[in-house]
């Protein structure tokens, strides 16, 4: 392929609402999210609203037409995930824009010549989850045996099965409390799925591995 088209690629993809998402409008509509998200989805108080930015497109399109459907039950959510204020297309652009922001896990090193601004916009983009206590070889030895299919073996979610590591620990296990409960389905198998077997302890054991992996 010529390699000029080659890089305007992007901008006929972009430029093409039949294409791909459009990421101006994702963007648009996050700004109603981000009075509990955040404005680059980094969630917040601890966990009661969760991180979106960087999560996998495919699931959150999934979790917003499960919680319009009230599949999955969110109700500070309702309001915003009825079919008039949520088409389908909406959830693509929002989901795409969320998707695409990436938040790191590292403090930036500053140049000489950044100025305030630049550095607090640097910083206010880092996301570091902080350590929780558990049996690490515990945690590591569950996870790469039994979430590692799907959650893949980083943590970072593959297809539309979400990313965790990253996540608020006090929200993943909310969640996981949830799942056992059979409040929101898992993997299928029964309520609960995989996550039956496990003894609390071990819950606890893979949420603290996960917060030592962040890459
Ligand atoms: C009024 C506050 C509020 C607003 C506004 C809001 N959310 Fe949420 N959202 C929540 C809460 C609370 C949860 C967690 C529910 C739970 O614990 O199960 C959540 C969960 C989610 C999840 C699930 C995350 C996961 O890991 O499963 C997604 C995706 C999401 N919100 C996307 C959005 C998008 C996109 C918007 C804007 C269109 C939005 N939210 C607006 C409060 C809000
Ligand atoms: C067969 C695939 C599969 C396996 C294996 C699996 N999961 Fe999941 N997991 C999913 C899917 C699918 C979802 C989203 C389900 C939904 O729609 O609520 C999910 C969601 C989650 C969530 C909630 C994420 C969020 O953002 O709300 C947690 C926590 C979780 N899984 C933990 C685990 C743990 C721990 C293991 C291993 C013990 C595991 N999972 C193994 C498929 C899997």
Not at 83 to 88: A, M, S
Not at 93 to 104: C, F, H, K, W
Not at 191 to 212: C, F, H, M, R, W
Request: glycine fraction near 10%; proline fraction near 5%; include cysteine.
């Amino acid at each position: 392929m010529n390699w000029r088209l080659f890089l305007m690629l992007p901008i006929l993809f972009l430029a093409n609402p039949g294409l791909a998402q459009n990421l101006e409008k994702g963007k648009e509509i996050n700004s109603v999210c981000a009075g509990c998200h955040g404005e680059l989805g980094q969630g917040g108080s601890r966990g009661e609203y969760p991180r979106i930015g960087g999560q996998r497109a495919a699931y959150i399109v999934d979790q917003l037409k499960s919680f319009r459907a009230r599949k999955r039950i969110n109700i500070p959510m309702y309001p915003y995930t009825q079919e008039r204020e949520l088409p389908d297309e909406d959830i693509k652009d929002v989901a795409a824009y969320l998707g695409s922001i990436e938040l790191p896990t590292k403090w930036p090193v500053f140049k000489e010549s950044d100025d305030a601004l630049t550095r607090l916009t640097l910083t206010e983009r880092v996301m570091i989850i902080p350590r929780v206590t558990g049996n690490l070889a515990n945690g590591e030895a569950i996870y790469q045996k039994q979430c590692v299919t799907c959650h893949s073996k980083n943590g970072m979610g593959r297809g539309m099965f979400p990313m965790l590591v990253g996540q608020y620990t006090s929200y993943l296990m909310r969640q996981m409390e949830k799942y056992l409960k059979g409040e929101r389905p898992h993997d299928d198998v029964e309520v609960g799925g995989v996550l039956n077997a496990l003894k609390a302890e071990d819950l606890q054991d893979i949420l603290a591995y996960l917060t030592s992996i962040q890459e």
